[in-house]
């Protein structure tokens, strides 16, 4: 197991005294699991190397992390392909309080604080200490002497220039001591920067060419890319806003081709009327299980039936024929 967590049973606490944060597994096939924290940051995922190794088909092999960031615990996505919902939403960085439950896939982790007082574990050493002191008054008085001489040879043994031995040792190991909160807090921010900025100029070159296409009334590609581009960022108002416009352009111009080619049979130029489906076809070329294909399809087939010819014999049909 990582040493940045403590892995133990719900019912079980940290050996120490002291304020502990954790992480306690409610479902999935590690229920009834809890993490205690014991670093400053614990590496979730599908990975055998992950800190906390989630075992859900929806976890990627490193999900997720949580850091210490000042007196707070802070969640971040790692890029994971299903995301993360904290108390019913979905986030990518979220500051952790307790209580707060975390998913991923189906499973479910509770974050907690859980305090270790000291246990009586110290009674027997308080009453050995009473009992010392109620030896005879010589017992004590050479104990005591005895404390002395070892008190004195200590400070003989550890004197260093007037300089206090502590004070010495509380420099010496704090100054290799680094805060590296703001660092650590800058990186994360950076991180998510580039993944929004990366994750614009992405969607804006889909909505580009949704747009280019719109113009050039190729309606079909155009509602490929406005949809695509709303899976990036489904939020985004004008790729929403140009999906609905490329849709009621290809209805009204599929619309105007059916009258069109009604009006050609009625005046019994088939011909015309064969192209005019011709053109149905083509716009529908990719969505064949449209009804409004099949329709412009028999209405070909009869037609070439007016006309005297082969079944299949329009260009449009051959087309689809030899593709098949």
Same mark, same amino acid.
């Given at each position: 197991?990582?040493?940045?967590?403590? %892995?133990? #049973?719900?019912?079980?606490?940290?050996?120490?005294?002291? $304020?502990?944060?954790?992480?306690? &597994?409610?479902?999935?096939? $590690?229920? !009834?699991? $809890?993490?205690?924290?014991?670093?400053?940051?614990?590496?979730?995922?599908?990975? *055998?190397?992950?800190?906390?190794?989630?075992?859900?088909? #929806?976890?990627?092999?490193?999900?997720?992390?949580?850091?210490?960031?000042?007196? @707070?615990?802070?969640?971040?996505?790692?890029?994971?392909?299903?995301?993360?919902?904290?108390? /019913?939403?979905?986030?990518?960085?979220?500051?952790?309080?307790? !209580? @707060?439950?975390?998913?991923?896939?189906?499973?479910?982790?509770?974050? %907690? =604080?859980? *305090?270790?007082?000291?246990?009586?574990?110290?009674?027997?050493?308080?009453?050995?200490?009473?009992?010392?002191?109620?030896?005879?008054?010589?017992?004590?008085?050479?104990?005591?002497?005895?404390l002395i001489a070892?008190?004195?040879?200590?400070?003989?043994?550890?004197?260093?220039?007037?300089?206090?031995?502590?004070?010495?040792?509380?420099?010496?190991?704090?100054?290799?001591?680094?805060?590296?909160?703001?660092?650590?807090?800058?990186?994360?921010?950076? #991180?998510?920067?580039?993944?929004? =900025?990366?994750?614009?100029?992405?969607?804006?070159?889909?909505?580009?060419?949704?747009?280019?296409?719109?113009?050039?009334?190729?309606?079909?590609?155009?509602?490929?890319?406005?949809?695509?581009?709303?899976?990036?960022?489904?939020? /985004?108002?004008? %790729?929403?806003?140009?999906?609905?416009?490329?849709?009621?352009?290809?209805?009204?111009?599929?619309? *105007?081709?059916?009258?069109?080619?009604?009006?050609?049979?009625?005046?019994?130029?088939?011909?015309n009327a064969i192209?005019?489906? &011709? !053109?149905?076809?083509?716009?529908?070329?990719?969505?064949?299980? @449209?009804?409004?294909?099949?329709?412009?399809?028999?209405?070909?087939?009869?037609?070439?039936?007016?006309?005297?010819?082969?079944?299949?014999e329009s260009s &449009?049909?051959?087309?689809?024929?030899?593709?098949?």
């Amino acid at each position: 197991m990582s040493k940045s967590v403590l %892995a133990m #049973k719900h019912f079980e606490q940290p050996p120490e005294e002291g $304020t502990y944060w954790r992480l306690m &597994c409610l479902t999935g096939q $590690t229920k !009834g699991e $809890t993490y205690v924290f014991t670093g400053n940051r614990v590496v979730m995922g599908r990975s *055998e190397k992950a800190d906390i190794r989630v075992l859900d088909i #929806k976890s990627s092999r490193e999900h997720a992390e949580i850091a210490k960031v000042g007196n @707070d615990w802070v969640l971040t996505d790692l890029g994971s392909q299903n995301g993360i919902v904290v108390n /019913d939403q979905k986030v990518s960085q979220a500051k952790l309080k307790e !209580g @707060d439950k975390i998913v991923i896939g189906q499973t479910v982790y509770k974050f %907690a =604080k859980v *305090e270790v007082k000291a246990s009586g574990k110290n009674t027997k050493k308080i009453q050995d200490d009473s009992e010392k002191s109620a030896e005879p008054p010589k017992k004590k008085t050479s104990a005591l002497l005895g404390l002395i001489a070892v008190v004195g040879i200590a400070m003989m043994l550890f004197d260093d220039g007037g300089k206090k031995p502590e004070t010495v040792r509380k420099k010496s190991s704090s100054a290799g001591v680094k805060d590296v909160t703001d660092e650590y807090l800058q990186m994360v921010r950076q #991180k998510q920067l580039m993944e929004d =900025k990366s994750l614009k100029v992405k969607m804006n070159t889909i909505f580009q060419r949704g747009l280019r296409e719109f113009r050039e009334q190729n309606y079909f590609r155009a509602i490929n890319e406005f949809n695509l581009a709303l899976i990036l960022n489904p939020n /985004d108002p004008l %790729a929403d806003f140009y999906l609905r416009k490329a849709k009621e352009e290809l209805d009204k111009v599929i619309a *105007e081709q059916f009258i069109k080619a009604k009006r050609d049979e009625e005046g019994l130029r088939y011909q015309n009327a064969i192209v005019t489906y &011709c !053109g149905v076809i083509r716009l529908l070329y990719q969505y064949q299980e @449209d009804p409004r294909y099949k329709s412009a399809e028999e209405n070909i087939l009869a037609l070439e039936g007016k006309l005297g010819l082969e079944q299949g014999e329009s260009s &449009c049909l051959k087309k689809q024929q030899s593709d098949q």
